[in-house]
């Protein structure tokens, strides 16, 4: 039996999806409707009036970081509901682009544009509990 490449390979890529799912830290993600006015989005604190397209993300306190988040990638994936929503949950995950700073009233630690949230949960869940990672 000699060196085996492919199966190399194989254990790189199970050694990397274990780190990635033992980085990954849990939160509520909420969705939040973005006003659209001519292609552009309302303000945000990392590009003003600046079309982020609509992948987006506004994020707590705990990964602000003083503004140092502006355009950073998150993997968001939905992991269980955090109210009385039926099946919130959808498969796959999403990568966002965090473009704004959730201040008062936030009740997440990430709030998701409503395409970013639709593509992990079913909107009318409005909330969820999330697993992301950079």
Do not use: H
Not at 109 to 126: H, K, Q, T, V
């Amino acid at each position: 039996m000699g060196f085996n490449i492919g199966s190399a390979l194989i254990m790189v890529g199970i050694v990397s999806c274990i780190v990635s799912v033992a980085d990954a830290a849990e939160g509520i993600a909420y969705m939040f409707l973005t006003q659209v006015l001519d292609d552009e989005l309302a303000a945000s604190k990392c590009n003003g009036n600046s079309n982020d397209r609509v992948i987006i993300a506004g994020v707590s306190d705990a990964l602000w970081n003083g503004g140092a988040a502006c355009g950073r990638k998150y993997r968001v994936l939905c992991v269980r509901g955090a109210n009385q929503a039926p099946r919130p949950c959808r498969e796959g995950s999403v990568v966002v682009t965090v473009v704004d700073f959730c201040s008062k009233g936030c009740n997440g630690i990430i709030n998701l544009s409503l395409d970013a949230f639709s593509r992990i949960a079913d909107p009318d869940a409005g909330k969820v509990v999330v697993r992301y990672d950079q």
